[in-house]
């Protein structure tokens, strides 16, 4: 099973054209304020105009934005 597993997430990821290569990752850990730091962030990057998302363990906030 785990080998189905890792074969279908490399099948994915080569079918699209590996997009986790072109990502940068930013993890934020700590007792206090990472909810806090993790938008602040999100907004200073898509002040600057990068795409941003914000995943935590109950929910995902992605915002997909263009620029034109």
């Known amino acids: ?3 189905n597993r890792k074969l279908l997430a490399q099948l994915g990821a080569a079918f699209h054209g590996h997009p986790s290569r072109q990502m940068t990752l930013v993890g934020v850990t700590g007792t206090n ?4 730091t993790t ?3 999100k907004r200073v990057l ?3 105009g990068f795409r941003s998302a914000v995943i935590e363990a109950m929910k995902a ?8």
Do not use: L
């Open 1 to 3: 099973c785990n080998n």
């Open 46 to 48: 898509e002040e600057k």
């Open 39 to 41: 938008y602040i962030i």
């Open 33 to 36: 304020g990472k909810t806090s």
């Open 61 to 68: 906030c992605a915002e997909v934005s263009r620029k034109i």
